[in-house]
């Protein structure tokens, strides 16, 4: 019996990861789960599944679960997060929560020994230098719940490091990879958010339309597999049928297939290294109607040069660019900013950034709060060029 923490248990992730523990009772039992805002969705949960320990970002949150009937003892705040994270019976923690706010929960499972199964890409983007080397020390297992890093790390298995010659993401190209450069200047919100393969949460919807999600991953690739950016290609490949390359020495392409249904990497990453029946419909070959590789563009796509740029640059740059990548994605989602000043945003907040190369989790913190802060001083000023 493998006992879990949930972080982000009421998101797009979070509930696959409870319908994959749902399907194997006596392999999953979750101990722990944490929410933010969807209370009464997060009660339901409770009920049904019945942790020992269930944590909220405040105290009005806490007593609305508390009248909603819940009788799990309640953790409240940062300091609930960690709780969850670190709870004595926890053998693994799913991190699927939006936002910067698990990084150091996140960091405390690490040092606790837990397993760590990760969705959650931005907290390598921000602190991967920081997590690999606290990953390494504690000789802990890092699996991730990315489709793509998903498919790189069981593609990986069993391949010697000095093999590996490239990484190839593959990115189905999200909703407006067909548009022409007009279409896409009056594209509009049901356009980002339909996205063509996967059903996500908001914020990373929107960043598969701009292509951030695909730079993004670079980063984390860099990050989880320990290649170099100049390694790493990112590929579309509309079908979203094969969801990463390794490419070997001798030319050898190893590839992971598979339906796009996330239930199927938050499974591995909690059976690993076994693996158990198919959660999620097979893919049938006879049925696929080809497979199609195609160059990303960047000129229309800014947001993947600007991720590539900022990974290039290293250190403190890829903290600035998610934090500002976040607060454009949430000003965008509240109707504040227009899609094309997505890329404008990052671009002029970077411009103010000199990236520190070895940052501590303190510097990564106050970096991050900069750029939010930038990012949103410059959407409320109106002053975007
Ligand atoms: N969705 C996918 O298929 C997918 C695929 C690959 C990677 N990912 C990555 O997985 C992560 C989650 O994505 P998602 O699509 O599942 O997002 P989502 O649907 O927006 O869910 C985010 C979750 O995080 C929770 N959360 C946010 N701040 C929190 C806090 N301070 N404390 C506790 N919980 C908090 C939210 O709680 P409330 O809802 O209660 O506010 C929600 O449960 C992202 O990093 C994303 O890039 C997602």
Redesign the pocket.
Known sequence: MKRIAI????????RNTLEVVASHPEQLRVVAM?????IDL?AQQVAVVRPSLV?V?DEPRARELERLGCTTRIAVGPQG?VEAATHPDVDIVVV????P??LVPVIRAIQAGKRIAL????LLVMAGSLLVRLVQEHGIVLVP???EHAALFQCLQGVRREDVARLVITGSGGPLWGLSPSEMAGVSREQVQAHPR?K?????TVDSATLMNKGLEVIEAQWLFEVPLERIRVVIHPEAVVHGFVELRDGSLLAQLSPCD?RLPIQYALSFPERWPAPAARLELTRLAGLHFEEPDLQRFPCLGLALDAARQGGTACVALNGANDEAVASYLEGELAFADIPRLIAETLEQHAPLPHPTLDEILAVDAWARRTARERIHEGSLS
């Open positions: 972080l982000g248990c009421t998101g797009s992730v979070g944490a929410a933010r805002s969807r997060l944590a970002w997060l699927a929560t939006a936002g706010d698990a969705a959650s890409k931005e719940i990315d489709s996967w996500m949460g908001p914020k990373i996330m």
